[in-house]
């Protein structure tokens, strides 16, 4: 093919690599270089050098290097032509007039495609404006004019009207290879008709396919676009062009269908792709990757999008995006979901996201009936299974696989440190996952027994004084974890506690009352053989302390104990 060169180098010498490299990634200044973390490849300790002064850049972690114009063909996944007009294009530098389509005959040819789908969204659009049902259906599901202008959304009528507009510009070849036209008995006809409008764009901004919805009861539900040379669903992503400028916290959401991508940016979620209609693949991922760090699934709560979950989860995960999965819980698809409850539930959900191990073992457990304890145990031995995996196959992270201890023993009733020795043998230590939350520190067990001197009340009873006050709302569940119970049965009941199963805990209530007057019964014996004056100021020692802990069950007791007090000056004064 023939370039010209002097064009070329116009571009080069006008393209400064920082500015452009700046557009992708965080540079940051190093002496007479800029560094940061591979936009190619995963990566924590920051291995990507820009030269201003030789204008290249260097990966010396994945090896990847270059000038300005390779730069772009990899971070757009591009060949040299396309890439040298995307940089025209961002330095305002105008095409040669000889070659204006393009360098090549297939450029030429691939314009001459993207043009046809162009034309043909802009006569669906204004199809779509004169068309009164086809506006009412898409006010029916809720979607704004402004919504309709952006996405640029059509209806396809059954009228020749297009083919015969274009047909006097192009030739039937290039018409039946846009996609948008099909050739039946040597006769050509629209693909589309009595259809709403999705037209897919690339990450330029230009038409390269459409997805039409039906209007009536004849034909496939939705209509896609066959692959071209311009389309291949496996390389895009439905509102890519749109989230990628409008990224939140490096993040994208990723949903199923058109209508999903719609309802998400109307409200306000401008960061959402769709996977047109298959699940997420490795290009795709990789498409996501060039501009985000996080993914989050969000695909439809029937069994066919859970199965897709767990697929794009894997493959997201290859690629080094974090990924979550959000459930969407009381309707079938974000679109609904939105429409119905808006958007402070759906930030509840996204919330709630569960991360790649979370979701799988949701999704393990959902193959046992885990009431039976033999397959309960069987859950556990799949779950601690697949988490081996996780540790062995990617670049784990620990935080993830402590959450999803937590989980199980929280889901099971077997302890934390059981758990844990299975996965990482005999010498794990619960100490390994030992939370140090920024928080202000609530008052765990071990603080209530430093506290009221419980050496020798009974283990088991002290525990069960925690859950009766856990179940009578005097302190709250998340101060604990499934780990603060030493038996198995204590344990048991944490988890009934959590799941809110009434029925294994009313029976606790009946300790409170009794054990809160053997905990007296203790505290005044462990005094027993001390002047009334130490009684008393260590009693006030004692409620000091419980009264610092502003919770309602310690207060409770430092009440107690103030009468106790008071009974004791009484006894002084008296004596």
């Known amino acids: 093919m023939s370039i010209d060169n002097n064009f070329i180098n116009e571009v080069k010498d006008k393209a400064n690599i920082v500015d452009i490299i700046s557009n992708y990634v965080d540079l940051k200044n190093n002496g007479s270089n800029y560094k940061s973390c591979c936009p190619f490849h995963n990566e924590n300790t920051p291995s ?117 507009m274009l047909k006097k510009t192009f030739p039937t070849e290039s018409l039946i290879g846009s996609g948008v036209f099909v050739q039946k008995n040597e006769k050509i006809y629209s693909r589309f008709r009595n259809r709403i409008m999705f037209p897919i764009f690339d990450s330029r901004n230009k038409v390269i396919a459409f997805g039409g919805r039906q209007m009536d009861d004849y034909g496939p539900k939705y209509l896609n676009s066959p692959e071209t040379k311009i389309f291949l669903k496996k390389d895009n992503l439905y509102g890519f062009h749109i989230a990628k400028k409008n990224l939140i916290n490096k993040s994208i959401f990723l949903v199923e269908g058109y209508m999903d991508v719609i309802k998400m940016h109307q409200f306000g979620y401008k960061n959402t792709v769709a996977s047109l209609g298959t699940s997420l693949t490795i290009e795709q991922a990789k498409l ?31 690629e080094g995006l974090e990924v979550k999965v959000v459930s969407i819980l009381e309707a079938k698809d974000p679109d609904e979901f939105l429409s119905k409850f808006g958007n402070v539930s759906f930030e509840k959900l996204l919330d709630k996201a569960d991360d790649y191990l979370i979701f799988n073992i949701k999704n393990i457990k959902n193959k046992y009936k885990t009431d039976l304890e033999s397959q309960k145990i069987d859950f556990l031995k799949e779950s601690v299974e697949f988490i081996k995996k996780y540790l062995n196959k990617y670049n784990s992270s620990h935080i993830f696989v402590e959450n999803a ?141 419980l009264l610092e802990s502003i919770d309602e069950s310690t207060l409770d007791l430092a009440l107690t104990i103030g009468q106790h007090i008071i009974n004791l000056n009484n006894k002084k004064i008296n004596k």
């Open 288 to 318: 996501i990757k060039k501009t985000a760090d996080k993914l989050y699934i969000i695909y439809d709560s029937d069994n066919a999008g859970i199965q897709a979950s767990l697929r794009a989860l894997e493959i997201a995960l290859q």
């Open 48 to 164: 990507f050098v820009v030269s201003e002064n030789k204008q290249i850049f260097k990966c010396f972690g994945c090896g990847k290097s270059g000038d300005v114009i390779k730069f772009i063909e990899e971070i757009e996944n591009v060949d040299f032509i396309e890439a040298l007009k995307i940089l025209a294009e961002k330095l305002n530098i105008e095409l040669p007039q000889n070659n204006k389509e393009g360098y090549s005959t297939y450029e030429k040819a691939n314009a001459e495609l993207k043009e046809i789908n162009t034309e043909s969204a802009r006569f669906f659009y204004k199809n779509l404006i004169n068309t009164p049902t086809a506006i009412d259906y898409l006010k029916n599901r809720g979607i704004l004019p402004e919504m309709i202008k952006e996405f640029g959304i059509g209806y396809a009528d059954n009228s020749f009207d297009l083919l015969n």
């Open 405 to 545: 201890i937590y989980f199980l023993a929280t889901e099971s009733g077997y302890s934390i440190k059981a758990i844990g020795q299975d996965i990482f043998g005999k010498y794990f230590s619960i100490k390994q996952f030992s939370k140090n939350d920024e928080i202000e520190r609530k008052p765990s067990r071990s603080d209530l027994n430093k506290v009221m001197y419980f050496d020798e009340f009974e283990i088991d009873k002290k525990e069960k004084m925690i859950l009766a006050n856990i179940i009578m709302g005097n302190i709250e569940l998340e101060y604990f974890s499934i780990n603060d119970f030493s038996t198995r049965e204590n344990r048991m009941i944490y988890a009934n506690i959590f799941h809110k199963n009434s029925k294994e805990t009313d029976h606790l209530k009946e300790y409170y009352s009794k054990i809160e007057s053997e905990e007296m019964y203790i505290l005044k014996k462990n005094m027993r053989n001390i002047s009334l004056d130490k009684q008393i100021n260590k009693f006030e020692e004692i409620q000091l302390r």
